[in-house]
């Protein structure tokens, strides 16, 4: 009796049990490395190789990392001399509004007040300062609207993917008090997946290294020796002198928003090793996401990159492919040329897998006739490049769409052939055309 009980107790309380679970938030799964995040990637700074990845190409919120864009067309429009740095920028309401919201990251600013771009400049890299953010782009395109149509441009021409901005900071734009830029809507922010990220870090640092020399500073002093003045800590905790200090570390840029969660796009350099890591909506282990957690998840990709990796050169300057260390010739005094690797090519990888690695010619078919170069030829003419393919485990490739400096060049010059020696093997050729049809046929009569 007491078994059946238990039965018809078991059946109905299973149900509610089941019930109770769905639509309970799961804490995200813990990665190979240890770190609880919705996407990450790590890559080295130089050469743009992805050396870890999670989930880095899905869409996420990207809050005040947007700032890295901004950042890029600032420095552009500097060195067009579009804008200049001691250029004054005049306070509007927008800005002004802005300013005044305490609740976020900002500089106040006075309504009839007056500031340069690099004092501007400053607040945005340091402190995160998004009316800051705002005046620059207000001064670059004349309003936000416009400088977000300058923000998709130049996402497209880095060849960033999947991204959506609405506006130059990264804030939800409930936090612009109405006057959000046009076209967008009153709740949305900007996404991008973990490998767009960490590609506008790789060009705005390759373009734009200067921009390291601000976002190292610990603290700055806004209007210092005014009574307008205030204090910016840098919100990169990982810079030396902070609590999760890091040694190396010098940018890039944080981000938080409740809907993007807690990010950030760091870089850090050892010896001449540099690497860039983003982490995304960075949590603990119990699923709570704080400063801390997307610190300690960038730790474990940085301990991770300069404990694991090492730059290794894996074909020499000069290399020649067993298989093809010859392309045919068309019409030219010789009838073929060299090929080799241009320059020595070099790869951060694990320091024991460099023996997976082997080289593939890819050859570029539109400079081909039936397979042949056709002369004149110039030394150093690229012909193709060359593939790393690895043998075993899994390669996430470059950050880049394609393998960077890996050309593959002809050896010498070939001129073209006189008109004389042309003819002749053209003759030549269409009587060994004409012997091998004749072989042929005579073959074909005692098969």
């Known amino acids: 009796m007491k078994r059946e009980m238990r039965k018809w107790v078991a059946l109905l309380v299973i149900p509610f049990v089941l019930m109770m679970t769905f639509g309970t938030a799961p804490v995200q799964a813990e990665t190979t490395l240890g770190i609880h995040v919705d996407g990450a990637i790590l890559i080295d700074a130089d050469s743009g190789k992805i050396l870890y990845e999670e989930n880095a190409d899905t869409p996420l919120g990207i809050a005040s990392m947007s700032k890295m864009m901004t950042e890029y067309i600032l420095f552009e429009a500097i060195k067009e001399g579009k804008i200049s740095w001691d250029q004054e920028y005049k306070v509007t309401d927008y800005t002004y509004a802005v300013s005044q919201d305490r609740r976020l990251s900002n500089v106040p600013l006075r309504r009839d007040g007056t500031y340069t771009i690099h004092e501007l400049y400053e607040a ?143 870089t850090a350099k050892r010896g001449d090793k540099r690497v860039i890591a983003v982490v995304m909506k960075a949590v603990d282990s119990k699923g709570v996401g704080s400063y801390k957690a997307r610190f300690d998840a960038t730790r474990a990709l940085f301990d991770y990159g300069f404990s694991q990796f090492s730059e290794e050169e894996l074909l020499p300057a000069g290399y020649q492919f067993k298989k093809q260390k010859t392309l045919p010739v068309l019409k030219g005094k010789e009838k073929t040329v060299s090929i080799e690797v241009k320059e020595p090519i070099t790869a951060m990888i694990k320091s024991n897998e460099k023996d997976l690695y082997e080289p593939k010619l890819v050859l570029d078919e539109s400079l081909l006739k039936d397979g042949a170069l056709e002369a004149p030829i110039k030394k150093g003419t690229v012909v193709g490049h060359v593939e790393l393919v690895k043998k075993e485990g899994e390669d996430y490739g470059f950050i880049e769409s394609k393998d960077l400096g890996m050309d593959v060049i002809v050896t010498d010059d070939v001129e073209k052939a006189g008109w004389f020696s042309l003819m002749m093997s053209a003759i030549g050729d269409f009587f060994a055309g004409i012997w091998e049809s004749a072989t042929g046929f005579i073959k074909g009569l005692f098969k």
């Open 124 to 266: 945005l890299a340091i402190y995160s300062a998004n009316a800051a953010t705002i005046a620059i782009a207000e001064t670059i395109a004349g309003t936000e609207t416009e400088f977000l149509k300058l923000m998709d441009a130049k996402a497209k021409e880095l060849g960033l993917v999947d991204f959506k901005f609405v506006n130059s900071t990264g804030l939800n734009n409930e936090y612009l008090q109405g006057m959000h830029p046009q076209g967008t809507g009153a709740n949305d922010e900007n996404v991008m997946p973990a490998k767009s990220v960490a590609r506008l870090a790789f060009h705005l640092m390759k373009d734009y290294p200067e921009v390291l020399d601000t976002t190292k500073i610990n603290s700055k002093i806004f209007r210092e020796g005014t009574s307008d003045a205030i204090k910016m800590d840098n919100w990169n905790f990982m810079l030396p002198g902070f609590v999760y200090e890091y040694e190396g570390v010098d940018g890039l840029k944080t981000g938080t928003t409740d809907f993007a969660g807690h990010c950030f796009t760091g």
